[in-house]
């Protein structure tokens, strides 16, 4: 079986590396930091003392470091002459790629993002069971830009992924992105504008104190994540900004149009027409009825899987098809 | 002791009626439903068999219908003859005003709304301890319009909130409507146009199913009020139509300057500095620091308190003051 080697081992790269283990999957761990290469040692996983000492056991090398520390593993992997597959965490992808093409040409990357995570961090937090049921995004392009090569690495690692009872959802590294900005990034940019609306004196009243003493279930939820490390919050939605624009433009007119609507003749029958189609999205959403089925493992037949909101749940050993579910 | 009848007796009625008896103070209630005044009768509250005769008992008598309901019960109340204080439970307030100057002028109306509410509805869903410690807006005019007369029947509905453990809040109608605007009915156009935005075929990508299935607790939340019923949250936002329009405009204004710092040349740094109000807004809510203090009950002072985000905990009994808490 395939060695994969975790470089980070910070909430998401001691998840991975336990739960791999777990699942049976030989591992090799690496982190800077002396200490947390301790407590992961101390955990029974088998830990290098370099990015080249664990790349070279590896067959498949996870980037589990945050995005500002991806140039520098990439540079070290340069430096060890790293041929095997590689595949990330990061929580977007065309910049990671952008970085992979620059400083590691030519490697056999396949982008990934897990839809996991918690309030705390670090490997304390760990744990090997965070990634069960999450949705994992897997990158891989249309057949007309994707090589066979490469389809063959996005099967390797989907097939890995799927040991960990994930749901490996195939996109572009543009879908990725453009979901998550959706998904992910307008909702810290609604939750941040709502919460700085009642601040005392930011509004066009003065009784910011009165909304906040008002403010209730609704209040609460729609700015939980505003409470997120602004630096943080704004590292993921600018290093995001080519996809986010875009939908943060479409989230904008949405709005406008609502404003427009509560000048109508009669608002209140033109903001139900406004509401619905989110009303329906929402009242469907998870989406609870499933259907199993097979599919030829295409890059095209992959991407359509994914785009309908389906996903990988095993791949066949002759890597001809793979077994998917797709949403009902 | 004043007896107080409560006119609907829904989740929201039937818990006062219930939440009042249990403080001690002669309640009686009244239904349009035969079968919701059979079951206040069985859960031992008293039951009138019209408005007419309900009113004929209290000396305040509290709305607790939906705001399409509101007009026939005033002109019931109208027609009794009623005389007494009149308060209600309607989430706006500007619009009941109008409707109460126009159906029973020279009323003793005194607007409330109780930040409160639960999934369910019903009598049966009614609950006596509802109301503890959530907060009760309570309206009044700044003393250059506001009688001493009005002053001294605000201040009635107020003790008798304060002994349900409710944080009673002094606003105006405005201010009242400007701030639900702010923290509920803004979190409801927000959360409808994030959701609609994930709709498979909505967005300006083709890949709706797969942000559908990548979204996870920030969606979750962001989107929850959604599900709601539209022509319900149409006829709440409908209703606030003149304090949501100015609101929704500043919270496009946010957003568009969030837009704008994402083409700047770094624009991690424009968006960090964006998003601080909304972080420090967000990280100190709900305020934790309260300081108890006495104030003297004059119209102007309680809507200082109110917009500073305190409230009314109890009134002297010579009434010439109340006691009061401010968050730090």
Redesign the interface.
């Known amino acids: 079986m395939l060695t994969v080697a975790v470089l980070g081992l910070g909430l998401i790269g001691g998840s991975l590396l336990r739960a791999l283990g777990a699942a049976g999957v030989p591992t090799i761990g690496y982190d800077a930091a002396p200490a947390t290469r301790t407590d992961a040692a101390a955990a029974r996983c088998e830990v290098a003392e370099s990015v080249a000492q664990a790349a070279a056991r590896a067959e498949v090398v996870v980037l589990a470091v945050p995005l500002p520390a991806v140039p520098g593993v990439l540079d070290e992997l340069a430096t060890a002459g790293y041929r095997g597959i590689l595949t990330d965490v990061t929580s977007v992808k065309s910049p990671v790629y952008a970085l992979v093409a620059a400083r590691l040409p030519g490697a056999r990357y396949v982008g990934g993002h897990p839809?996991?995570?918690k309030e705390t961090s670090g490997f304390a937090a760990s744990d090997p069971g965070l990634f069960t049921g999450?949705?994992w995004?897997l990158c891989l392009e249309p057949a007309a830009v994707e090589s066979a090569s490469r389809l063959d690495d996005w099967l390797t690692v989907a097939e890995l992924l799927t040991r960990l009872e994930v749901?490996v959802?195939p996109?572009t590294p543009h879908?990725?992105d453009?979901?998550?900005a959706?998904?992910?990034h307008?909702?810290?940019?609604?939750?941040?504008?709502?919460?700085?609306?009642?601040?005392?004196g930011?509004?066009?009243?003065?009784?910011?104190?009165?909304?906040?003493?008002?403010?209730?279930?609704?209040?609460r939820?729609?700015?939980?994540?505003?409470?997120?490390?602004?630096?943080l919050?704004?590292?993921m939605?600018?290093?995001n900004?080519a996809a986010?624009?875009?939908?943060?433009?479409?989230?904008?007119d949405?709005?406008?149009e609502?404003?427009r609507r509560?000048?109508a003749a009669d608002?209140?029958?033109?903001?139900?027409e406004?509401?619905?189609?989110?009303?329906?999205?929402?009242?469907s959403?998870?989406?609870t009825g499933h259907t199993p089925h097979q599919l030829d493992a295409t890059a095209d037949a992959l991407l359509r899987l994914?785009?309908?909101?389906?996903?990988v749940t095993d791949v066949a050993p002759d890597r001809r098809g793979v077994a998917a579910v797709h949403?009902e």
Do not use: F, K
């Not at 509004?203 to 209040?219: M, V």
């Not at 939820?221 to 630096?231: E, F, G, I, K, L």
């Not at 608002?267 to 139900?272: E, G, N, Q, R, S």
């Open positions: 839809m996991a995570g999450c949705a995004a749901r959802v996109a879908e990725h453009t979901a998550v959706q998904v992910s307008l909702p810290h940019l609604t939750a941040a504008a709502l919460a700085a609306a009642t601040a005392p930011a509004g066009r009243g003065e009784a910011g104190g009165l909304a906040a003493t008002l403010g209730a279930g609704s209040y939820d729609a700015t939980r994540v505003a409470a997120s490390n602004p630096a919050v704004a590292a939605c600018g290093g900004a986010l624009a875009p939908a943060l433009d479409d989230l904008i949405r709005l406008t609502a404003r509560l000048d608002p209140i029958a033109a903001l139900t406004w509401l619905r189609p989110g009303n329906a999205a929402r009242v959403w998870p989406p994914g785009r309908a909101g389906g996903w949403p």
